[in-house]
C-alpha cells in the first residue's frame, strides 16, 4: 500500500534523509515549508509553500488534501498545534510530531533521566528575562509541552491520532547547527576546546539522526497506538571527555581541556559556540519505553560517530557557528 505522507519542514538536518527513507518505502510525499531553505530533495516530491504558523496560509496551501501519515518536524508552539489540529482532524491517519525531552526540564524537581511519567506535574516558574539562556530555553520547553498539551487534548476529544517523539541533542552529518563541527575544528587546530567549570555534573545522553528516523517510521506503525509518548535517546550516558575522547583520536590529536568559570563564558556569550555540548539545558531521557513500543534498538555512538567526525572534518570553518571567536577563547586559556 502505498502511503500518502505530509511532511511539514523537511528539509534541513535530517529532512532529505527521511525523505529518502520515505521514497525506499515507497510513500507519496509532500513537503510542507516556507521555501527558504535550499532543497535538494528528488523532483518527484510535491513541494507546497506556506509559513505554517500563518493558519489561513497552512489552510490555503493543504486545500482538501487527506494523508495517510503526517510528520511534523517544525512545531513549536501550542497556537501553531491547535491550527494544525484543527485544519487536520479527520483527514490524517497518523500524525507523529517530533518533540522534545526540554519538555522535562520545566518541570520542578525531576532527577536524570527523565521518564515519560515525568511529563506530568508542577513547572518551574519563569526566569527573569535578563538570564536570557535560561528564559530563552525555558520558553522553548513550555511551548513544545503546550503543543503536546494540545494533542493531547485533541486525542482525549475525538481520538486524534498522534504520536509524541522526544528527542535530546541529535547528532547527524547535516546538523546546521554545527555542533560536533565545532569540536573539530578546534581539535585539529591543536589547541585546548575552552568549557565551563561545571561540566563533570552534566551527563551527555545525545541520539543519533539514524535512530530518530527509525523511531519515525515505527511510529507510524499500526501497532503503536494513537496518544503514544516516547523518549527516543542513545543508550550510553557519557562526560564529555568520553564523548570526544574518540574524536580526537580519530583525528589523530590530543583531547584538552581549559574549564572556565561558566558566568565568564555567559557573560561573554561564548556559550555555546565554545562548547555545544555544555548547556545545562540538555536533557538526558530514559529510553526503554521506546525500545518496548516501537521495537528500535539504538546505535552505539561509538559505531555512528566516525562517520559524523568526518562529515565534520568536511564543514568549511566559515560556517561553524563560533568559531569565529575562537581568538577570545585562547585569549582566557593564555589568562589561565
Known amino acids: 500500500m502505498t502511503l500518502r505522507t505530509l511532511v511539514i519542514g523537511g528539509t534541513r538536518n535530517l529532512g532529505p534523509d527521511l525523505a529518502a527513507a520515505l521514497l525506499e518505502r515507497g510513500d507519496r510525499i509532500t513537503v510542507l515549508n516556507r521555501g527558504v531553505t535550499a532543497d535538494d530533495l528528488p523532483t518527484d516530491i ?3 509553500r506556506a509559513d505554517r504558523t ?9 486545500g482538501a488534501r487527506r494523508f495517510d501519515l503526517v ?17 487536520l482532524a479527520g483527514r490524517a491517519g497518523r500524525y507523529v510530531v517530533w518533540s522534545t525531552g526540554q519538555v522535562y526540564l520545566v518541570r520542578a524537581g525531576l532527577g536524570k533521566p527523565y521518564r515519560e511519567e515525568d511529563y506530568d506535574g508542577p513547572l518551574m516558574p519563569e526566569p527573569p528575562a535578563e538570564r536570557r539562556v535560561d528564559h530563552e530555553n525555558w520558553v522553548y520547553g513550555i511551548e513544545k509541552r503546550a503543543a503536546e498539551d494540545r494533542f493531547r487534548a485533541a486525542h482525549q476529544a475525538h481520538g486524534f491520532p498522534y504520536v509524541s517523539l522526544r528527542m535530546p541533542m541529535i547528532n ?9 563541527a565545532a569540536y573539530v575544528h ?4 591543536g589547541g585546548p576546546i575552552v568549557i565551563p567549570d561545571d561540566q563533570d555534573t552534566l551527563a551527555l545522553r545525545h541520539v543519533c539522526g ?3 528516523i527509525a523511531a519515525t517510521l515505527a511510529a507510524a506503525g499500526p501497532g503503536v497506538p494513537g496518544g503514544t509518548c516516547v523518549n527516543v535517546s542513545q543508550d550510553e550516558t557519557l562526560t564529555l571527555d568520553a564523548m570526544l575522547a574518540p574524536v580526537a583520536e580519530q583525528l589523530g590529536t590530543s583531547l584538552r581541556l581549559h574549564p572556565v568559570p561558566r558566568a565568564v563564558l555567559e557573560d561573554r556569550e561564548l556559550l555555546p559556540g565554545c562548547s555545544p555540548w555544555s548547556g545545562r539545558w540538555m536533557s538526558a531521557l530514559a529510553n526503554e519505553r521506546s525500545a518496548a513500543v516501537l521495537g528500535l534498538r539504538y546505535t552505539p555512538v561509538a559505531a555512528f560517530l566516525p562517520a559524523l567526525v568526518e562529515a565534520a572534518r568536511a564543514v568549511p570553518a566559515a560556517r561553524v557557528p563560533g568559531l569565529e571567536r575562537r581568538a577570545e577563547e585562547l585569549a582566557l586559556v593564555r589568562a589561565g
Open 210 to 212: 539514524d535512530d530518530v
Open 172 to 180: 547527524s552529518a547535516r546538523d546546521h547547527y554545527g555542533r560536533l
Open 186 to 189: 578546534r581539535l585539529l587546530d
Open 54 to 62: 500563518d493558519p489561513a496560509a497552512l489552510a490555503a496551501a493543504l
Open 46 to 48: 510535491e513541494r507546497l
Open 71 to 87: 510528520i511534523d518536524t517544525t512545531l513549536y508552539t501550542g497556537a501553531d498545534a491547535e491550527a494544525v489540529i484543527a485544519l
